[in-house]
């Protein structure tokens, strides 16, 4: 069974301009939740989407928004990018029920400049 | 909402020892997650548990679910210089399905 897919690995974005970060659950998996991690910060937590409709939220601004498709994979979007917005961006994938384990994908590197 | 402590922040051992971290929380939890993290990698899960005090191994990994459901403890015997990276607990309360993370274990090796 393939793992959870993040697309792209590495990115380069300057100030001002938006981004979309991609993810592939594993197969089956219904719930995908998104990841902000910075040196210092740990995991944020951005948002959990399960069939298509956005089931958590953390504390981000709006510029981060998310979705998810009927095959269960999801893209995030970063609106006017900000330096501080650089940082390692995670999603993981689970069936989505309550006791449930959650598998994350490698991580896409985003850095603004 | 929810808050987990986890400890300690980093810990220095040489090739051989055992290594004991914790997580605690201000809410019941009904599961518990332990992630190690590579450097520019994503997290993997290593053990979970789902019942309170159920004790559970990985190889050299054991882990246990506190009986008050408000926390959990990784071990690791024999530390190898693999073992190098940052360990994460994660819970989830027994409302709702999001995760929340500890800040996470920074472990290092020395052989």
């Known amino acids: 069974k393939a793992g959870v897919t993040q697309t792209p690995r590495y990115l380069i974005k300057t100030r001002g301009q938006q981004v979309t970060l991609s993810c592939s659950p594993i197969?089956?998996?219904?719930?995908v939740s998104w990841y902000q991690q910075t040196p210092g910060q740990g995991l944020q937590f951005l948002f959990e989407?399960?069939?298509?409709?956005?089931?958590n939220k953390g504390n981000f601004p709006g510029r981060f928004s998310g979705r998810q498709f009927s095959n269960s994979r999801s893209e995030m979007n970063v609106s006017t990018l900000e330096l501080g917005d650089s940082a390692l961006y995670l999603c993981?994938?689970?069936?989505?029920?309550?006791?449930?384990?959650?598998?994350f994908g490698q991580g896409t590197r985003l850095t603004v400049v | 909402g929810q808050q987990l402590n986890q400890s300690p922040q980093s810990m220095f051992i040489q090739e051989g020892e055992d290594v004991s971290m914790n997580c605690t929380s201000s809410?019941?939890?009904?599961?518990w997650l332990w992630y190690k993290q590579d450097p520019g990698e994503g997290p993997v899960l290593l053990i979970a548990?789902?019942?309170?005090?159920e004790l559970t191994s990985n190889g050299r990994l054991t882990a246990q679910f506190g009986i008050t459901r408000k926390d959990s403890f990784l071990n690791i015997s024999a530390s190898i210089p693999s073992d190098v990276g940052i360990y994460f607990c994660?819970?989830?309360?027994?409302?709702?399905?999001?995760?929340?993370f500890g800040e996470g274990t920074q472990l290092t090796v020395n052989p």
């Open positions: 993981a994938s689970s069936q989505g029920g309550m006791n449930t384990e959650a598998f």
């Open positions: 197969s089956g998996h219904r719930s």
């Open positions: 989407y399960f069939s298509e409709t956005q089931r």
């Open positions: 809410s019941i939890f009904n599961t």
């Open positions: 548990l789902y019942k309170a005090g």
């Open positions: 994660a819970g989830r309360p027994t409302s709702g399905s999001r995760l929340t």
